[in-house]
């Protein structure tokens, strides 16, 4: 009964707000100056002194060596040894969970050239590093798909000739036609169901990849941010991939 009346008082607080408001004459409005933001405004030094201590957790956190590398890591190239190496991640990660989950082996995997932002440069390879090339919260999910639908994968390559890495898989164009495509090594099978590990974005059709679709989407619950730093951890030295997986013969 309470909450009857108390409803009942809202309703009429807000009825008579807008009966007031609609008698309200418009007030003049005054231009106010501009406050530009630039280096002559000063710290607020109370709030930097409390966030300081915060501030110097978290810098050490970030800035803890992880793994190394002889060699730059980019992602120019239609096999970029960072486009490799974080799609093998993505494998393995994925390749474990669904061993464990559903007794079932991951066949291939996919990401997309555009989650991954920047490079690592030769060197030790820092904490914030993996946060700089995956700033996003993407999860691996891994698509289950019938041999006939992945006809649709290998068509999204030979039309865009992008550069979006693999593992297990191989795919070769020539002017825009599919003449060869493998998973493991082998020709697919179209009887055959085939487990894609891949992130939550591009299972959803992200980068226009309408084909996972046709497919039956399985979420693991693995950030792929935290799966990448789990492998780069367990790898002190990386050793890089840039075998050929993508050949777009012709490519313009």
């Not at 309703?11 to 005054?30: E, G, H, M, N, R």
Request: charged fraction near 25%.
């Amino acid at each position: 009964m309470k909450n009857k009346f108390l409803l009942i008082g809202i309703a009429l607080v807000s009825l008579t707000a807008c009966k007031t408001a609609s008698t309200l004459q418009i007030a003049d409005v005054k231009t106010q100056k501009n406050i530009s933001i630039n280096n002559e405004l000063k710290n607020d030094e109370e709030f930097v002194k409390f966030i300081e201590p915060y501030k110097q957790k978290l810098d050490k956190e970030m800035n803890q060596k992880i793994s190394h590398t002889n060699e730059d890591l980019t992602k120019q190239g239609d096999n970029s040894n960072l486009g490799n190496l974080l799609a093998d991640y993505t494998f393995e990660g994925g390749n474990e969970w669904i061993k464990t989950h559903l007794k079932q082996n991951v066949d291939a995997a996919l990401i997309n050239i555009g989650g991954i932002r920047t490079t690592i440069g030769k060197g030790d390879i820092l904490l914030k590093n993996v946060f700089e090339v995956m700033p996003f919260e993407n999860e691996v999910v891994i698509v289950k798909m019938k041999g006939t639908d992945l006809q649709g994968l290998f068509e999204y390559y030979a039309k865009t000739q992008v550069n979006n890495p693999v593992s297990h898989l191989y795919i070769e164009t020539n002017n825009g036609q599919v003449i060869k495509s493998l998973i493991n090594g082998k020709t697919v099978d179209p009887a055959k169901d085939y487990y894609i590990a891949t992130s939550d974005y591009l299972a959803l059709g992200g980068d226009n990849m309408k084909f996972f679709a046709k497919g039956e989407s399985i979420s693991t619950g693995i950030k792929m941010r935290d799966l990448f730093i789990d492998y780069f951890k367990k790898t002190p030295e990386v050793v890089v991939n840039s075998d050929v997986r993508l050949n777009f013969i012709g490519k313009k």
